[in-house]
């Protein structure tokens, strides 16, 4: 089957920068979207930023000019550079890959287990 392994949460002060990374591995055909979401206590998971396999990036709004989203195609991987991180940004980040299994398979997403930021003020 398909696995997301997601890696480079931490605790960091605010201000600081942190890199996440997510590798996809297993049975993959062709991946379309890569993208990460958050979820903060209390709150519903939310878009960070996705990135298409030609590099077409879109952000949520909270996070444009502070986070970049890239692609490593051959590595299956995406990842995610945090800068300038706040307090808000605090949550579970869980990376998504849509994808195909097969040739003939519909597109289907794929989620990871979700790695911890923790920004202290």
């Known amino acids: 089957q398909v696995q997301l392994v997601e890696s480079g949460g931490g605790l960091v002060q605010a201000g600081g920068s942190l890199r996440l990374s997510c590798a996809a591995s297993?049975?993959?055909?062709?991946?379309?979207?890569m993208g990460w979401y958050r979820q903060a206590p209390g709150k519903q998971r939310e878009l960070v930023a996705r990135i298409s396999r030609s590099g077409s990036t879109n952000y949520a709004d909270s996070v444009k000019g502070r986070f970049t989203i890239s692609r490593d195609n051959a590595k299956n991987t995406v990842y995610l550079q945090m800068n300038t991180l706040k307090p808000e940004d605090t949550a579970v980040y869980y990376c998504?890959?849509?994808?195909?299994?097969?040739?003939?398979?519909?597109?289907?997403?794929?989620w990871g287990q979700g790695t911890q930021v923790t920004v202290s003020s």
């Open positions: 297993g049975r993959i055909f062709w991946i379309a979207v």
């Open positions: 998504l890959a849509d994808l195909k299994t097969t040739p003939g398979a519909g597109s289907q997403d794929y």
